[in-house]
């Protein structure tokens, strides 16, 4: 479910030729500090395919967290369906296809904008 409850599926990879999930925790000083770039991500690769969604686990100071950072994006919470992704650490960030499948590698740790357009460019 996204944040605000409602359902979601795979069918969200669609319609984007390039999903990049990151997944943060509230208490991560890194995985906050980058989700302004993150966001400024979206809007600049918006039109080009892309979509960027946040995953999410603790629900204590989420809701502070996306109101203080401004975000836009799509933010779910984690269930099961994401173990497949997860390296036990965050910030923890993977590329899909529009299948849903995995692209590139797997990334460790927050970066710049700079650092994730880099990236971005290269999977697009």
Same mark, same amino acid.
């Given at each position: ?12 990879? #669609? ?7 990151? %997944? ?10 980058? *989700? ?9 690769? #918006? ?8 995953? !999410?686990?603790?629900?204590?100071? #989420? ?18 369906? %994401? ?11 993977? %590329? ?5 499948? *995995? ?9 710049? !904008?700079?650092?994730?357009? #880099? ?6």
């Amino acid at each position: 479910t996204d944040f605000d409850g409602n359902a979601v599926d795979s069918g969200i990879f #669609a319609d984007y030729t390039l999903t990049m999930i990151n %997944f943060w925790e509230p208490w991560c000083g890194p995985c906050v500090a980058e *989700m302004p770039d993150l966001q400024k991500l979206q809007d600049d690769y #918006a039109d080009k395919g892309f979509l960027l969604i946040g995953v !999410y686990s603790t629900e204590d100071g #989420a809701a502070q967290v996306l109101e203080s950072t401004g975000v836009s994006y799509p933010i779910l919470r984690y269930t099961e369906d %994401f173990a497949y992704f997860q390296t036990g650490y965050v910030p923890t960030t993977v %590329f899909v296809n529009s299948g849903g499948e *995995m692209v590139g590698s797997v990334q460790i740790g927050a970066r710049s !904008y700079d650092e994730w357009a #880099a990236i971005v460019e290269e999977l697009l």
